[in-house]
């Protein structure tokens, strides 16, 4: 029992002696090894693995303990071929056994429909990992349509390719759309996918969070986002994009996109909210022609607002609870009137959009992560 309540402690110092730089390019892997080897540690103890071993992690701890391997290993065992129905069934069922970064079924249905709004020929997702979030897009996707799909790790591509063939998706059929799945960082990869597609109708970014904005505005610099298009960036609120949010609401941004937050849980995880953001491109003209943009500071004008909020927060949280009385009965309303809606805006007003953007900020700034505010 004392060994698994160290076993967090553990874990941190594990992560701790990892190296920079590894941790930065290969976050994945470098988690799941050192996961795996404390598993390997406490075994050799003589604790065992234990239940825990095959508990879901924690979302707050952002653990992923297993690879890509093991989740094409549940695909290889429960799904069925060219059933990509049965397929989507086995990555859930692993995520739901280890946490693993799919983006799960509630937010798949939204992009789903979001998906059937916009009706997009082209499409283009940043961060494919194991495919899941291919394959939903792909199923409603008609014959004539493309969707493009980018990763940076290796590993994770080739599990990737591995589990939409038996989805049954990889290889184009007069129903299913073509499928071009790419090895390659996404700031690399935006040049050549200028040249080949010119632009896209719906794009679907879930990699490096630090990444959203930088990318974003080198479409957009170059074109490459069609007026009326969709931009739909996942993990807004946990762990959190707050420099891309504020680009997109304070920003350049507001200009050229119609922005909407959706909340929702982070995948596999209810207990822990979380958002997506939904963009539409206006037919404004981009005037930024940089094609290599490079991170922007939060907007003062955020950081005031956060600042504000969070001491109204204390203020509030301060203030003496009233002594408890009997609430007056609220007066009736006047014939042919309806009764006045309750106040929801929250504490000190916060919007869900300063929620969701302060809480990222906030996070980012304490927990060393660098998420949101990395410059790299």
């Not at 939060?298 to 001491?311: F, G, P």
């Given at each position: ?115 059937r709004q916009r009706a997009p020929k082209k499409v283009l997702e ?251």
């Amino acid at each position: 029992m004392a060994a698994r309540r160290a076993l967090p402690a553990l874990l941190l110092l594990l992560l701790q002696a990892a190296p920079r730089d590894a941790m930065r390019l290969d976050r994945r892997a470098a988690l799941s090894r050192a996961g795996w080897g404390l598993a390997g540690a406490l075994a050799g103890a003589g604790v065992g693995p234990g239940p825990w071993a095959s508990q879901p992690r924690p979302a707050s701890a952002m653990w992923q303990l297993w690879q890509p391997k093991d989740m094409l290993y549940y695909v290889e065992k429960y799904g069925k071929q060219d059933d990509a129905v049965s397929v989507l069934a086995a990555m859930d069922q692993a995520a739901e056994t280890s946490w693993m970064m799919n983006i799960g079924p509630e937010k798949g249905a939204i992009i789903e429909e979001l998906l059937r709004q916009r009706a997009p020929k082209k499409v283009l997702e940043l961060g494919t990992f194991c495919g899941y979030s291919t394959i939903r897009m792909a199923q409603l996707l008609p014959g004539d349509a493309t969707l493009v799909t980018i990763e940076k790790d290796e590993a994770t591509y080739n599990v990737a390719k591995e589990i939409v063939a038996k989805a049954g998706l990889l290889q184009k059929t007069e129903d299913t759309p073509e499928i071009d799945m790419r090895l390659i960082e996404s700031s690399k990869a935006i040049p050549d996918l200028q040249k080949k597609y010119r632009d896209f109708d719906f794009i679907l970014m879930d990699h490096w969070k630090d990444l959203y904005d930088v990318d974003m505005r080198s479409m957009d610099a170059r074109g490459m986002i069609s007026p009326g298009a969709y931009v739909v960036a996942d993990n807004v609120r946990f762990p959190g994009a707050p420099r891309y949010l504020d680009y997109l609401y304070n920003g350049y941004g507001a200009l050229l996109y119609q922005t909407r937050i959706i909340e929702v849980p982070f995948e596999y995880r209810p207990d822990q909210p979380d958002a997506i953001s939904v963009s539409i491109r206006t037919p404004q003209y981009s005037l930024d022609r940089d094609i290599k943009p490079k991170p922007q500071p939060i907007s003062d004008r955020m950081k005031s607002r956060c600042d504000e909020l969070a001491q109204a927060a204390e203020e509030e949280a301060a203030e003496p609870a009233p002594a408890s009385a009997p609430a007056p009965a609220p007066a009736p309303a006047a014939e042919g009137e309806e009764d006045a809606p309750p106040d929801t805006s929250g504490t000190a007003g916060m919007t869900v959009v300063d929620t969701v953007i302060c809480e990222a900020l906030e996070r980012s700034a304490n927990d060393g992560s660098g998420v949101a505010l990395s410059s790299q």
